[in-house]
């Protein structure tokens, strides 16, 4: 079967009080008591956002796509996320009826189409809100296929910002790519069981392209940014059998220096 999957998402829940214009006539006091103020009634408080998501399955496509409640909070990136949703379903959906023609008109059985994103909170603070996405996409193949996405929204000018926007990519690629591919190599030795040979005319052995994979700075201790994650998917480092790879670094000193102004008082040091 296929399965495509898309989130919708969730309006933001606001609580609000109500109350009858008509108020009752109250007794005549005297002066003791009129000198006395009432208590003031405590303000209704206001329901947290709910987690946007988005879920449609008929017979060519499975479709679900969600977000957390920390993005649908942010009525601009919620109206983007919405869209990306409603654009994401658009598409795959009509992959899947063409396919699901296509294979009638061959005589062929036709297997269900899916397509799964979940974005997740990996970053949350005064500064930026950054999700890192994980889906699954199947179109009739042998397999499906996983997929990974990210988005760092600055706060203060509520916009998305791209990963060149916050890094000087040339020098963070010098700077770190040797750290990546130790980092790399160990994770597939444990892995394949064997030690890895790098070998630049096997892409399965070689440390492939930094700034070809998904690149996400990562808050893991909440004060503020502190690691860089680094998602490569199958294919890319190892066979499909291996799934996909992630590398960490952490933000130290010397990685600030290749962070662009002013995005550097964004970190938080270890």
């Given at each position: 079967m296929?399965?495509?999957?898309?989130?919708?998402?969730?309006?933001?829940?606001v609580?609000?009080?109500?109350?009858?214009?008509?108020?009752?006539?109250?007794?005549?006091?005297n002066?003791?008591?009129?000198?006395?103020?009432?208590?003031?009634s405590?303000?209704?408080p206001?329901?947290?956002?709910?987690?946007?998501?988005?879920n449609?399955?008929d017979?060519?496509?499975?479709?679900?796509?969600?977000?957390?409640?920390?993005?649908?909070?942010?009525?601009?990136?919620?109206?983007?996320?919405?869209?990306?949703?409603?654009?994401q379903y658009?598409?795959?959906?009509?992959?899947?009826?063409?396919?699901?023609?296509?294979?009638?008109?061959d005589?062929?059985?036709?297997?269900?189409?899916?397509l799964e994103?979940?974005?997740?909170?990996?970053?949350?603070?005064?500064?930026?809100?950054?999700l890192?996405?994980?889906?699954?996409?199947?179109?009739g193949?042998?397999?499906?296929?996983?997929?990974?996405?990210?988005i760092?929204?600055?706060?203060?000018?509520?916009?998305?910002?791209?990963i060149?926007?916050?890094?000087?990519l040339?020098r963070f690629?010098?700077?770190?790519?040797?750290?990546?591919?130790?980092?790399l190599?160990?994770?597939?030795?444990?892995?394949?069981?064997?030690?890895v040979?790098?070998?630049a005319?096997?892409?399965?052995?070689?440390?492939?392209?930094?700034?070809?994979q998904?690149?996400?700075?990562?808050?893991?201790?909440?004060?503020?940014?502190?690691?860089?994650?680094?998602?490569?998917?199958?294919?890319?480092?190892?066979?499909?059998?291996e799934?996909?790879?992630?590398?960490?670094?952490?933000?130290?000193?010397?990685?600030?220096?290749v962070?662009?102004?002013?995005?550097?008082?964004?970190?938080a040091?270890?």
């Amino acid at each position: 079967m296929h399965r495509y999957w898309i989130a919708v998402a969730l309006g933001v829940l606001v609580l609000a009080g109500c109350s009858d214009d008509r108020a009752p006539q109250q007794p005549r006091q005297n002066a003791a008591q009129s000198s006395q103020q009432p208590a003031a009634s405590p303000a209704q408080p206001t329901a947290p956002a709910s987690a946007g998501k988005v879920n449609r399955d008929d017979a060519a496509l499975d479709f679900s796509y969600e977000w957390p409640a920390q993005a649908a909070a942010v009525p601009p990136l919620d109206a983007w996320l919405r869209g990306h949703a409603e654009t994401q379903y658009k598409e795959a959906h009509g992959s899947a009826t063409r396919d699901a023609a296509a294979m009638k008109a061959d005589g062929f059985p036709f297997r269900k189409h899916a397509l799964e994103q979940k974005w997740a909170t990996v970053a949350d603070t005064p500064q930026v809100l950054v999700l890192q996405a994980e889906g699954y996409a199947y179109t009739g193949g042998a397999h499906g296929m996983p997929f990974y996405s990210s988005i760092i929204w600055d706060k203060a000018r509520e916009q998305r910002i791209g990963i060149g926007q916050f890094f000087d990519l040339p020098r963070f690629k010098n700077l770190v790519t040797g750290e990546f591919c130790d980092k790399l190599n160990i994770e597939r030795r444990e892995k394949r069981g064997i030690v890895v040979k790098p070998d630049a005319n096997d892409p399965f052995n070689a440390c492939p392209d930094i700034l070809k994979q998904q690149i996400i700075p990562v808050s893991q201790r909440g004060k503020g940014l502190d690691t860089v994650r680094v998602i490569i998917g199958p294919y890319e480092a190892g066979p499909y059998a291996e799934g996909t790879y992630t590398i960490e670094m952490q933000a130290d000193g010397e990685l600030m220096r290749v962070v662009k102004r002013p995005y550097n008082t964004w970190f938080a040091a270890p």
